[in-house]
């Protein structure tokens, strides 16, 4: 279970912490052909969602590293869980109706959870 939490949320914690570190660096303009979402959501929201992604990434890796307060990765994959529904209704309620990373980033999230409380 323990190399199966590492390579999940591995992944899991690269992807986010790239995709955090873009929402918190790119302009409106360039991140508009990613992410259709960005011209209905102030700028402001989006940099905070890059920075809890970002924080969120460090929160799945750290902690069971370090195993200074261990729970907090599974609070970190649950908090991406929530996420995750959250960016499927602002997708399914705008015009970009692509929810298959979404789901896929669910089911990623899922599994964390599992692997870290069964940890």
């Known amino acids: 279970m323990n190399i199966a939490y590492w390579i999940v949320a591995g992944l899991l914690a690269l992807f986010y912490f790239y995709a955090g570190a873009v929402k918190m660096i790119r ?3 360039q991140l508009r052909p990613m992410m259709a979402w960005v011209d ?3 700028m402001p929201v ?3 969602l890059g920075a809890v992604e970002i924080l969120g990434a460090i929160g799945l890796i750290l902690p069971p590293l370090t195993g200074i307060a261990a729970s907090l990765a ?4 649950i908090g991406f869980l929530l996420l995750q ?3 499927v209704a602002v997708h399914l ?3 970009d ?3 298959t990373l979404n789901v896929g980033l669910i089911a990623a999230s899922a599994v964390t959870i599992w692997l870290a ?3």
Do not use: L, M, N, Q
């Open 117 to 119: 409380i069964g940890r």
């Open 97 to 99: 109706r692509r929810i």
């Open 93 to 95: 309620t705008g015009e």
């Open 27 to 29: 302009s409106g303009d």
């Open 46 to 48: 989006v940099r905070a």
């Open 85 to 87: 529904i959250g960016a």
């Open 40 to 42: 209905r959501v102030p």
């Open 74 to 77: 599974p609070a970190a994959a």
